[in-house]
């Protein structure tokens, strides 16, 4: 089992928390399912003593008992940011759904405006680093601007929509 999850649709600072979150007492996996099966996230290993999730898809996979966070992001800017780079905007129907996510919601850009209090948060036994936060604050981490996650991401949003078809039909 994992320490913490942190969701948020694509384009809402998950790889930046992810890196922030990885520090040499803790790890944070960045869309884990894009290379392994649901049932493998507990098997991720490490020797570090905090292990947390930043994920864009996960939610709709199950719901885990874990400490939540999740990042809102107007889906307009989402949208816009999606078009950018290539991608199809977010169905209204997965917009709802991840809306319904439960855990403690804060607007994604306080990953820099308000950093202390996620941490402290998702990580209350670990000191907080302000200079290192500061210092990655400055940094670009944008991983679907990278060319092999632009692929990664369009799966994943197609096995989406493969999922919601599959739940209208059902009923």
């Given at each position: 089992?994992?320490d ?7 384009r ?49 996979l ?95 949003m ?10 209208h039909?059902q009923?």
């Amino acid at each position: 089992m994992m320490d913490f999850i942190i969701y948020g649709l694509p384009r809402s600072g998950t790889a930046w928390a992810s890196a922030w979150l990885t520090t040499e007492r803790t790890i944070c996996w960045h869309d884990p399912l894009t290379y392994c099966a649901p049932e493998g996230l507990d098997k991720l290993e490490s020797s570090k003593m905090y292990k947390g999730i930043a994920d864009t898809f996960g939610w709709l996979l199950e719901d885990r008992p874990e400490k939540k966070l999740i990042l809102v992001r107007d889906p307009d800017e989402i949208n816009a940011s999606l078009v950018k780079i290539g991608l199809d905007p977010l169905s209204d129907w997965l917009i709802r759904r991840f809306n319904e996510v439960p855990g403690k919601r804060v607007i994604w850009k306080d990953l820099w405006n308000n950093p202390e209090d996620i941490w402290h948060y998702l990580l209350p036994k670990v000191p907080f680093d302000e200079e290192r936060t500061e210092q990655l604050a400055k940094m670009r981490i944008v991983k679907a601007d990278r060319p092999d996650s632009v692929p990664k991401l369009t799966h994943a949003m197609k096995l989406v929509e493969r999922m919601k078809h599959e739940q209208h039909a059902q009923g």
